[in-house]
């Protein structure tokens, strides 16, 4: 199959073209042709999850055409540009019972997701057990990692004997507890599903794609507040997890973003929390096979996202 012509041209040139001939789809999305869109700078989980779904499932992702890499270290998605609008979009304009349809769907497409089965129970990472990414854990990759590994870092790695003093029994329940792993889209938005003729045509935006404790969908699903009607339409497609979801907004308030690095100065004291790494063993384990890859791209500009 040949190129078309609007790809024989590089990367940067096609944007700087997108951008004079499309209106913007974001800040980080162009649009290149009238069938094609290029998202970056991005990081590998979202690759491996757009392929990984597209592969294992029926779920509408948009198909990926290409990966760009640049010396720097970015990587572009190059992906169909799929028609539509998004849900936040078309929101207001909606009867009962096509918000119904949709969100029917929507079930359907996040059951399929809990149905994959995981490469390993009690595991965190992403959708070919590489590092996670997340906003709400930070601005760093974290993992492999364990359920309990995972619990530890989300509550700033305050000892277990001290949470329920501090955070409260909602957290305590929840970090102590076991959790089948599944696999979540981890941003359920409205901003990230398409709609085409009052159905969905697509879930877009995987960055934080990957496999988490059971009841991350749903709590990520609340994690950016959007409206009281879009909660309950959430619980009607959605598992619930009541408990956790308390014990999420505790940490949200007190404990944001615990992967980031940090420095504070408190009564002349410097405090410096070092964030969060990939772990020390996939690390190991990548060095000692010289693998060439999208992580190797990365990896190689450390400090682009320290």
Partial sequence: MGQSLGTLFPLRLRLWFGNLLFRPLGPSTTRVSWHRIVKGPCYPPEVEAMQYVASHTKIPVPKVYAVHTEDNGSIYIEMAYVQGRTLE????????????????????????????QPPEQDTVCSALQNPAYDCRIGARFFGPMNHGEFHSLARGHLHKDDVAPFLGQEVDKTHTSSYRTCFAHADLAPRNIIIRDGRVAAIIDWGFSGWYPEYWEFTKAHYNYVSKEWEEYLRLALPNYELELTAERTLWRMLPEPGTRSTMHRGGVTVKHKGSDPAEAWLEARAGRQLTDLWSVVLSQKSRWE
């Fill in 89 to 116: 979009g078309v929101w207001k304009g909606l009867s009962t019972d096509q918000k119904d349809i949709i969100f029917a769907d929507i079930q359907q497409h996040i059951s399929s997701l809990r149905e994959l």
